[in-house]
């Protein structure tokens, strides 16, 4: 082999050698480097986790504080100047948070509102015709508000109105099952009496659908002390009992879904057609009024006529609780009257509907949503919950401007009119139907974020059970004696599953808040989270001050969570489930946990049926082709996400296949003719209950056809009905599994 051994040969040695000794140091150095690097900080996962991370250390419980405090200081009744205000206000804002678009969507709705001039109330009456004794015009006002103007007095809004005068019938809850104690077994008739009911365990609206069926002419409803007053707790303002004077607002609708009274199916624009205002769909035909408990002691307090049929009918007042008709001798020739002057009229109220788009798939939407309008200052009941929004908003936006962009659009609502019936949201869905089928991956509730401070609350679709479940792993509990563990751990602890081993309890939705037209219509997978109280304790209704005026920023900040720590974890926990939907390459939905609900909801209204061995043999009733769907529905389940786990993530097309069978899987629940007499509740799995619109009922069209069944006057035709509801049933599972086959 010919060599040079000339000077150049000698620059070429020179220059390996330079460049040998600098790739050496460069190894060292890396060497030094990579063994110096700490080793107890986790290494970058992916950028959609950096960003995560990012994204839910933004948020902070100081911010929370200051939104709910700007958010509580005025009354916001949707269809009032205030409210226009702060959806003008929270447009600006989010505006400056970096949101995209934040356009304000109105619609002109029906809403109720007491007479200025003529208030609301309820008198004892003589033999002379004399007014003995009036309820109050309005509550007593929380310290450092006693100047505030506008707070509308309680009043049960969509109230007819009338002055109804007869014997008063003492109701218990007004439940389907008091009804039947006292027609049944008791043999009360209500017809023609005005019927007192105390609030608790089903929704308002509900008792006095049962007491117009029952042929009352008149409701008052009122707050007793054993389901609005904890134990060993004072009345605001010294603890955060409900006072004798407060009093709980509410609408008495039996909207079913529809939203608009006057716009059923349609939305509320200046175009559409207006059914009468007398034949809105949901309008109760009685007065209804409500009361505290100082007032309802005095009405209470001489009854007549029957005792109470059980203990359980006795609440915490010093009275008889005598169901009556009217009231005791001495005192028989006095009646009760009502005085309601509430008037309906077509209100135009405001959406704030921001967005940010996706990058990846903007045909794609995940919604927050929570409503902010209040019944006056609203501490609770939204702003809690709009706080929060707002806080996840501005994290949002913060991560938006520094150039992240979410791979599905984000839609975030500031719903008005939900308090009316759920308007803002419903009118915004009917009038985005099309679209948001065709495109709506999840929504997110966002009403209130505490109830109490006890553990989390989640209630959601099946679809969503894992998604939940790995998210509150990653979250710190907030919750005193789990320091350093997480938010799973607390919650499972506190409220394990009863039918689910080793996980933590997640309820079915029900209704009586905005998810309702997403989930029970649409059928849009849903999910709400936020903090609450310990249920097996913890016996009264809701929190003690719900719907009343002394429901404020200071009842909030004094005793329900001072840190606002509990705000942050539902701030992270709603704000992490959005983040997740919107971001994730394949969808975080796993379709063998509705394959498990849906085979334990089978069981539970099989078992049910068997309370009528006799009449299920004479009329052949069978529960075999609805359990053989669940069987198939199970098996494609697990086919399905057997193929998931092949899946190659950077095949577009087979990630966008996959992802739209799960998207349209809640939507495969969706029977186009609704449920029996309730044409907008959709789902076949889940509807609120007909007996509690607060309440989730699975397989409602076969519970519904079987409830009372033994009381129906034509059985054959009774049971007719239950096998259509059970075929219908059974023909929704197999056409939902048909669409996780493999395409």
């Given amino acids: 082999m010919w060599r040079s051994t000339g000077p150049r040969a000698a620059s070429g040695r020179f220059w390996a050698i330079v460049l040998g000794a600098a790739a050496g140091l460069f190894l060292l150095g890396f060497l030094i480097g990579w063994f110096a690097k700490p080793t107890d900080k986790k290494t970058s996962v992916s950028p959609h986790e950096d960003m995560k991370a990012a994204f839910m250390a933004e948020m902070k419980a100081e911010n929370i504080k200051q939104f709910l405090y700007n958010f509580t200081q005025l009354p916001h009744l949707a269809g009032t100047k205030e409210n226009l205000h702060l959806a003008q206000q929270v447009q600006a804002e989010w505006k400056e948070f970096g949101l995209d678009s934040v356009q304000l969507v109105h619609y002109d709705v029906l809403l109720s509102y007491p007479d200025d001039t003529k208030p609301n109330y309820i008198s004892i009456i003589d033999e002379h015709g004399n007014e003995i004794f009036n309820t109050s015009l309005s509550e007593p006002p929380p310290p450092g508000y006693e100047a505030v103007r506008d707070v509308v007095p309680p009043y049960s809004a969509f109230s007819a109105q009338g002055m109804p005068e007869g014997e008063l019938v003492y109701v218990n809850y007004g439940r389907t099952e008091d009804f039947f104690k006292l027609e049944r077994e008791m043999g009360i008739n209500c017809t023609g009496k005005i019927v007192i009911a105390r609030y608790g365990k089903i929704f308002r609206g509900n008792k006095v659908k049962n007491a117009e069926l029952a042929g009352a002419k008149g409701v008052i409803l009122y707050s007793d002390p054993a389901d609005y007053c904890a134990p060993g707790t004072d009345p605001y303002p010294n603890g955060w009992n409900l006072p004798g004077g407060g009093a709980q607002r509410g609408n008495v609708l039996n909207l079913n879904g529809a939203g608009d009274p006057l716009t059923p199916g349609y939305p509320a624009k200046e175009y559409t057609y207006r059914l009468d205002k007398a034949s809105g769909v949901g309008l109760p035909k009685i007065p209804v009024h409500p009361i505290g408990y100082h007032d309802a002691e005095s009405l209470l307090r001489n009854m007549g006529g029957y005792a109470p049929p059980h203990s359980s009918w006795k609440g915490n007042l010093n009275v008889s609780y005598n169901v009556g008709p009217g009231?005791?001798?001495?005192?028989?020739?006095?009646?009760?009257?009502?005085?309601?002057?509430?008037?309906?009229?077509?209100?135009?109220?405001y959406n704030v509907i921001?967005?940010?788009?996706?990058?990846?798939?903007?045909?794609?939407?995940?919604?927050l949503g929570g409503h902010?309008?209040?019944?006056?200052?609203?501490?609770?009941?939204?702003?809690?919950?709009?706080?929060?929004?707002?806080?996840?908003?501005?994290?949002?936006?913060?991560?938006?401007?520094?150039?992240?962009?979410?791979?599905?659009?984000?839609?975030?609502?500031?719903?008005?009119?939900?308090?009316?019936?759920?308007?803002?949201?419903?009118?915004?869905?009917?009038e985005n139907a099309k679209v948001l089928q065709a495109r709506g991956v999840a929504y997110i509730n966002a009403d209130s974020s505490i109830e109490g401070n006890y553990t989390l609350r989640v209630d959601c679709t099946p679809l969503m059970y894992r998604l939940v479940y790995s998210l509150t792993k990653e979250i710190p509990s907030p919750d005193e004696g789990f320091e350093g563990k997480s938010l799973y751990e607390s919650w499972y602890k506190k409220n394990p599953s009863r039918e689910y081993k080793e996980v933590p309890r997640i309820n079915k939705l029900g209704s009586g808040n905005d998810f309702e037209v997403f989930f029970q219509r649409l059928g849009i997978a849903s999910g709400r989270a936020r903090y609450s109280k310990n249920w097996n304790v913890e016996k009264y209704s809701s929190y003690p001050v719900y719907h009343s005026v002394y429901e404020t920023y200071e009842i909030v900040e004094r005793f329900y969570d001072p840190t606002f720590k509990n705000h942050l974890t539902v701030a992270q926990v709603r704000g992490g489930l959005v983040f997740e939907l919107a971001n994730s390459v394949v969808l975080p939905f796993d379709c063998r946990d509705y394959a498990s609900a849906v085979s334990n909801y089978a069981h539970i209204v099989y078992n049910l049926s068997r309370n009528h061995e006799e009449e299920l043999a004479t009329y052949n009733v069978s529960f075999d082709a609805l359990f053989s769907a669940v069987k198939n529905f199970t098996e494609v389940a697990a086919s399905f996400h057997e193929r998931l786990q092949q899946i190659d993530i950077n095949?577009?097309?087979?990630?966008?296949?996959?992802?739209?069978?799960?998207?349209?899987?809640?939507?495969?629940?969706?029977?186009p003719l609704g449920l029996?007499?309730?044409?907008?509740?959709?789902?076949?799995?889940?509807?609120?209950?007909?007996?509690?619109?607060?309440?989730?009922?699975?397989?409602?069209?076969?519970?519904?056809?079987?409830?009372?069944?033994?009381?129906?006057?034509?059985?054959?035709?009774?049971?007719?009905?239950?096998?259509?509801?059970?075929?219908?049933a059974a023909f929704t599972v197999q056409a939902a599994a048909g669409t996780l086959k493999e395409v």
């Fill in 372 to 430: 902010r309008d209040s019944w006056v200052f609203g501490g609770i009941d939204p702003q809690s919950g709009a706080a929060v929004v707002h806080e996840i908003v501005r994290s949002f936006g913060k991560l938006r401007r520094k150039g992240w962009r979410p791979r599905r659009t984000v839609i975030f609502a500031s719903w008005d009119a939900e308090e009316f019936g759920l308007l803002g949201s419903t009118e915004w869905a009917e």
């Fill in 327 to 349: 009231f005791t001798t001495n005192y028989s020739t006095r009646s009760v009257k009502m005085h309601i002057h509430s008037h309906n009229e077509i209100t135009r109220i």
């Fill in 354 to 367: 921001g967005t940010i788009r996706g990058t990846v798939e903007p045909d794609r939407y995940v919604i």
């Fill in 676 to 728: 029996p007499g309730r044409p907008f509740y959709r789902h076949v799995i889940f509807a609120p209950s007909s007996h509690n619109k607060y309440a989730g009922e699975s397989f409602p069209g076969i519970y519904d056809a079987m409830f009372d069944i033994k009381n129906k006057a034509d059985q054959h035709e009774a049971w007719e009905e239950v096998k259509r509801q059970i075929s219908i």
């Fill in 651 to 671: 095949n577009l097309i087979a990630v966008r296949s996959l992802n739209d069978q799960l998207m349209f899987l809640e939507r495969a629940f969706i029977d």
